[in-house]
């Protein structure tokens, strides 16, 4: 198989509490000088994203196309899916800041198919997504499916 | 603490012939952003990926990790700038990820550098969630 390579740059200016960064997708191009700063990672948001916002959106485009994959295999491809990520990071004790669960929660509009099917194809999804077979050495992978 | 950042993907039709849409951030840093397999897996044609998303997570990441370093060992960071480029093998996953910064430190060796940053390297939250990635690589070095 081909290896495919994508690369992203950040800058980061100052120190940790007050300095900020700025992040650019040099591959796509697709995004480019989106700023991050701690107090956004940690706290409100503030119209700025974290590397955990990121990692939500990475995991979201994966398991929705391994999902959009096993359905096409069991001969229902999908008319929709939607997925919602939510990655946690919390501070464990020992250990300092860890990204310790990502919840999906997927509602598929897919014809043919009943919940018990589309339930198998979610967890046959989660397991065959590279993005969950990574995090899952560090954190928990929860996966809710559900028929519109 | 605990943080939550929350992402919404949808995705129309098989993997080969549909086309998906990473919605708006819920932060409002960034609008909605189309995704493809073909796109994923060939030229990128303005379109991002989950694998530049994970590069764009963990060069934000390790920057933020070393100017914390930097600052506790008493040498502030003026400038960082890092790359990250992951490798993807469909098939067989995630294969590797190659960091490279490049720092203005004032007051600072390359060596000393060199050892902050491949502490950012193993300590940054999303190196450790990536610590199952097989080939992780660091070049580091003061501007």
Redesign the interface.
Known sequence: ????????????????AR?S?M?S???????AD???T?A????I?????????????????????S???E??KAGT???????????????VEG??????HSQIEVRGEVPDCDEAAFAQAAEAADAGC??S???R???TVGVSASLV | ???????????????LE?A?T?AA??????GA???T?A???EE?????????????????????A???GL?QAGT????????????????????KVQLTVRGTVPGIDAETFAAAAEEAKV?C??S??????PEITLDASLV
């Open positions: 198989m081909p290896r495919i390579v994508r690369e992203a740059n950040a800058t980061w200016q100052g120190n940790t300095g960064g992040l997708a040099a591959s796509s191009t697709a995004f989106l700023a991050f701690l956004s990672r940690i706290s948001p503030e119209e700025k994203t974290s590397p955990e916002e990121l990692l939500a959106a990475a995991h979201g485009g994966c398991f929705t196309m999902l959009a994959t359905l096409s491809p999908p008319t929709s899916l939607e997925t919602r990520i939510t990655v946690t990071m919390d501070e250990k300092g800041h860890q990204i310790v590279p993005f077979a990574l995090i050495g560090i954190a | 603490m605990a943080t939550d950042r929350t992402m919404t993907t949808t995705w129309h039709g098989s993997l549909g998906g990473i951030a819920e932060s409002g840093a960034f952003l189309d995704v397999w796109s994923r897996a990128p044609n303005g379109k991002t990926s989950p694998e530049e998303l994970i590069a764009a997570a963990h060069s934000a990441c390790f920057s933020m070393l100017s914390h600052a502030p960071a003026d400038r960082l700038d890092t790359s990250a480029t992951v490798t993807f093998v469909p098939g067989e996953g995630i294969t300590g939250p999303v450790k969630a990536l610590a199952s990635v």
